[in-house]
Structures are given as C-alpha cells and as structure tokens.
C-alpha cells in the first residue's frame, strides 16, 4: 500500500497547457519533498515544502504544502517539452519512521510541441 | 565533481548467486540510503544508514543486507537473489538528516540507478 498516492498517474498535454499534479496521503510529513526523473536516470530534487500551507515557486512550477501537511500540488504553467518527465512527491519524518523517505508512484508528464 | 557512483550499471545474474552493487558518495555525506524502483510502485526505500555503522530496515528490506563500514560507501549485498528482485536500483545521500532547517529537508542527490535482472 502506497503511504502516498499521486494523481493522476499519466498526463498528456499539448505545449502551452498547465497541468496540476497531486500528491495525498493520511500521513502527517514534517517535510515534502519533489522529484523530476529522466529516463535512465535518478531523480533530481526540484523543491522541498516544509510548513504547512507553504507555497514556493520555481519558475513556471508552484508547489504548495497542504495546511495540514499531508498533502501538495505541483503546478505547471504554459508546460513545455522540457517539462516531460516523471514527477514524483517524497514525505519525510512521520512520527513513526524519522529516518524514512517514502515516495509516490509518480506522475509520468508528457507534453508535445 | 559531486557525486554518487553505483556499480554496475547492469546486472544479469541466476537465482541465488550472491552479487553486491557497491555504492559511493564524494560529499562526506552521513545520511545513505537505498531504493528499488518498479513500474506503477515508485521508489520504494530498502534500508537506510545515519551514519557510520547506523543502518536500519526501509519499507522493503527482506532479501538484502547493508553494511556501513566508512561515510562514503553503502554497499547494497543481495546473499540469494530471487527473480522478485528483478528491478532499477537507487543509492542516494544527503547531508546529515535533519540538521538544517528541520528533518527530511536535506537534498537527497542519487546515483544513476543499476537495473538488476535475477533469471
């Protein structure tokens, strides 16, 4: 069973579009952490959230940290083909498993020219 | 250059030969850890290391063993592979977890992944 789940788990979008990922759990996280994965290799740290209701901006990508911090949303604006990949959200320091970083299944992003 | 080096790359082996993917950190990194990757799953963590001679059991640690004898490496040691073991293999480190601004908001930076295939 996947401590968090992650929606959709494939999108594809025309370039230009915005999309919105999803990333929920019942799990309370001290911190929530995104990835982006290329194929072939590890994943890349894109931003971490750490106080509820959190918002950070990265460039055209918003994330926010829901106020309970059991949940957040990676926003894209005006996605390019650069934006394909596979995205996935990470929850740290539950109060069971400080030590643990428990990822998504990931939402596989596709976007064409 | 900063890095994390996992060896192999690629890995076709028999059920129950033992094998060791070696992983190594250069950023005197004190927080290790390993995950296994399988489609429609995610990364899944296998164990995890704090320190030197610190390890402890992931979310899926049956079937593999770990040592930590120095910081920088964290082999990965599977005593009887099975094909269930099938799958992508990450080796990641960060900074000493939960020391900065609060736990789990270290960078994790990872290796480039060894796919292990157990016929």
């Known amino acids: 069973t996947q401590l968090l789940e992650q929606s959709p788990q494939f999108l594809s979008i025309q370039e230009g579009e915005n999309l919105t990922v999803y990333c929920n759990s019942s799990?309370?996280?001290?911190?929530l952490q995104w990835y982006r994965q290329e194929p072939g290799e590890g994943p890349v740290l894109l931003v971490t959230?750490?106080?509820?209701?959190e918002v950070k901006k990265l460039k055209r990508l918003t994330f926010q940290f829901g106020d309970a911090r059991k949940d957040s949303s990676l926003h894209i604006t005006a996605a390019q083909p650069g934006d394909t990949g596979l995205y996935l959200c990470a929850g740290a320091g539950t109060t069971d498993s400080w030590g643990k970083l428990q990822f998504g299944a990931g939402t596989q992003v596709v976007v064409t020219p | 250059e900063a890095q994390v080096t996992q060896n192999p790359r690629y890995l076709i082996t028999v059920t129950g030969k033992k094998l060791t993917v070696t992983c190594s950190q250069n950023?005197?990194?004190?927080?290790m850890s390993w995950y296994r990757q399988d489609p429609g799953l995610g990364l899944r963590q296998i164990y995890y290391?704090?320190?030197?001679?610190?390890?402890d059991k992931g979310d899926v640690p049956e079937g593999y063993k770990v040592s930590r004898k120095e910081k920088r490496n964290f082999p990965l040691i599977l005593e009887s592979p099975s094909p269930n073991q099938t799958s992508l293999y990450f080796c990641?480190?960060?900074?000493?977890?939960?020391?900065?601004?609060?736990?789990?908001?270290?960078?994790?930076?990872f290796g480039p992944g060894t796919r292990l295939t157990v016929l």
């Open positions: 290391s704090m320190n030197v001679e610190v390890t």
């Open positions: 950023m005197n990194h004190e927080y």
């Open positions: 959230v750490v106080t509820g209701g």
């Open positions: 990641a480190s960060s900074q000493p977890w939960g020391t900065t601004t609060g736990v789990g908001t270290d960078t994790q930076y």
């Open positions: 799990s309370v996280f001290s911190s």
